[in-house]
């Protein structure tokens, strides 16, 4: 009886510990671009710096990300899927109603402004470096769509009149990204986030149905829908 050769199983051994040594330097060389890039700009960090840094050669960085701008466009996905998840979070708390999960994650989008490496790679370089099909396809952009559902659900869970949610979603992005770069150009983030935070809460909070014009003492508390509302569900019902 002819012993088994051992060839395929090492091969293919071989090929997995292989991806996992290309992984791992994909990992460093991504952060390392990450801190470089939060710190000096895309201008200010050379390729060969990279490199450097990560202790990989040049051949390396090119092999996995083709150039400094294919590195870059990694390093922004990378930076997006974190900010996107932060988003998530925080639209996901319990005990919190649909405008209020409105409210979290522009909050959350706001936050993100504050941090160096989002607000540089993200607000500051991405713009002038990817092309607008690029920026599109940062999974931030996604955050369009989660924010018109929020809104739908807050319309339909009545937290917020009856209006257009995409309308309403094309507003508050507008106020967002506005938001954000001045934030991230700001010589003074924190007072500035904090500004506009508190200015984004009065308004979300604003759009409750309770708290209309010609109400101003008028509130709905968090959590429940107007009795208008409620009335209008139980006739339908």
């Known amino acids: 009886m002819q012993p088994n050769n051992p060839r395929p199983h090492l091969e293919r ?14 990992s460093v060389i991504l952060e390392v671009a990450e801190q470089l890039f939060a710190e000096r700009g895309y201008a200010g960090a050379p390729a060969d710096d990279v490199a450097d ?26 930076v997006s899927d974190r900010l996107l998840s932060r988003i ?25 402004c504050t941090d160096p490496a ?30 018109v559902s929020g809104i739908e659900k807050a319309i339909h869970d009545g937290f917020i009149d009856a209006v257009s ?7 508050l992005l507008g106020a967002l990204n506005c938001a954000g770069l001045e934030i991230a150009r700001s010589a003074k983030a924190k007072a500035t986030h904090r500004a506009y ?30 009795r208008r509302r409620r009335a209008a569900g139980s006739s339908r019902s």
């Not at 051994?13 to 994909?26: F, L, N, V, W």
């Not at 960085?61 to 400094?68: R, S, T, V």
């Not at 607000?123 to 990817?130: G, R």
């Open 197 to 226: 935070s508190q200015l984004l809460s009065r308004l979300l909070r604003g759009l409750r149905p309770d708290r209309g014009v010609g109400a101003p003492g008028s509130r709905t508390p968090a959590g429940e829908p107007s």
């Open 165 to 171: 949610a995409e309308a309403l979603a094309c507003m």
């Open 88 to 112: 998530v979070a925080a639209t996901s708390r319990e005990q919190i109603d649909a405008l209020q999960a409105v409210e979290a994650g522009c909050l959350a989008y706001l936050d993100a």
């Open 13 to 26: 051994r071989e090929r997995k510990t292989k991806a996992a040594q290309a992984e791992a330097t994909r």
């Open 118 to 147: 989002t607000n540089r790679i993200l607000f500051q370089d991405a713009p002038s470096v990817l092309t607008p099909a690029e920026i599109d396809g940062l999974s931030i952009s996604a955050g369009s769509g989660l924010l």
């Open 53 to 78: 840094y990560a202790g990989v050669t040049r051949g390396a960085l090119q092999h996995h990300f083709g150039d400094k701008r294919g590195l870059f466009r990694a390093v922004a996905a990378r």
